[in-house]
């Protein structure tokens, strides 16, 4: 059966084993709509789909897993995360970079043309603005991007929005910063390159985390992002989904950042305050290619979404520290 019709929507959640497509994946079904999840088990882990979720191994890269997915369960819509997310890696693997992230979105975009499954929902990143010359950045930011990574997801939104002039594919793409947190005990960031992993796997080893760069032109002098809890981002692409669904207009991009900065020794201090643990950050030199600070505004999502990063730090840190020690317990 395909995704035409007036069937009741169902989702395929493509890396909806990873950890913000489960998040994305339960927020989903927690609103009523049908989820399906594709993933390869890369980086993803099949315990983070949920039981009664419908789950199906396989790359985005296999035209045959990716097209039985969307017909097999009558898939009205994708919301599409898997790919290879790790920028710095990106550098030292580019043709790996490609293959998963802008053949891959081919790939899907292919089946569901031929299905004739008509709404889709990119997850993008701020990696596509590289290193922003404003305070501020908006969808209208310049894009820059400075990595195979960034490039990637930028090219793929270049390929839904052509592919959508010629289909009337309904769409968005939503370009997050710096996801955190937990929304659920089982799940946590497995990510051996983010910064919160980083510095709980350090904590759990009895190590000192260690920032990167002291000498920044910022408050302290180490980098800021804009932090956004993973349960926020995944509320984010409920409301694009019904929006969707709807057939209400969406703007082809939207930012999901909290439209504040907070400093790497800031996030020390918050993660020693939540943890209880008391520690000095070992202080580095900085990682080659980080921008001394990228902040979002979310204006765009606010208004079309109703969206805002409503979870806060606190938040995020307590909630990523007690899904990471339920699953690395430390000494």
């Given amino acids: 059966m395909s995704g035409s019709g007036a069937a009741a929507p169902v989702w395929l959640v493509t890396g909806g084993a990873g950890y913000i497509g489960s998040h994305v994946a339960r927020a989903l079904s927690a ?198 809890h993973v349960a926020d981002v995944a509320d984010a692409h409920v409301t694009a989904a019904r929006a969707l669904d709807a057939g209400r207009p969406l703007e082809p991009v939207y930012n999901l950042g909290a439209g504040t900065g907070t400093s790497v020794l800031e996030i020390m201090s918050a993660v020693a305050r939540v943890t209880g643990i008391p520690f000095e950050p070992e202080l580095a030199d900085r990682r080659p290619g980080d921008p001394a600070r990228i902040v979002a505004s979310g204006e765009l999502a606010a208004r079309d979404l109703g969206w805002a990063g409503r979870r806060s730090l606190d938040d995020a840190v307590a909630t990523a520290w007690a899904a990471w020690r339920a699953a690395v317990p430390g000494p």
């Fill in 31 to 228: 609103a009523g709509l049908g989820v399906v999840v594709l993933d390869d088990l890369s980086s993803g882990h099949r315990e983070f789909v949920a039981d009664g979720t419908p789950f199906v191994e396989g790359s985005v890269v296999d035209p045959g897993a990716v097209h039985d997915a969307l017909d097999e369960y009558g898939c009205t819509g994708v919301i599409h995360l898997a790919g290879f997310k790790y920028a710095g890696v990106s550098v030292e693997r580019p043709l790996h970079t490609y293959r998963q992230n802008v053949t891959g979105a081919q790939v899907l975009l292919e089946a569901m043309t031929d299905l004739h499954v008509d709404r889709l929902v990119f997850s993008s990143s701020a990696a596509v603005y590289g290193t922003p010359d404003v305070d501020l950045v908006t969808e209208d930011t310049p894009t820059t991007p400075e990595s195979p990574y960034g490039e990637s997801k930028l090219i793929t939104e270049w390929l839904v929005r052509d592919v959508a002039r010629v289909t009337g594919l309904r769409h968005t793409s939503l370009r997050y910063f710096n996801v955190v947190g937990s929304g659920s005990p089982e799940l946590y960031d497995t990510s051996p390159h983010n910064l919160f992993p980083l510095v709980m796997k350090a904590l759990t080893e009895e190590r000192t985390p260690v920032v990167r760069g002291t000498d920044y032109p910022t408050t302290d002098g180490s980098c800021v992002r804009d932090y956004v």
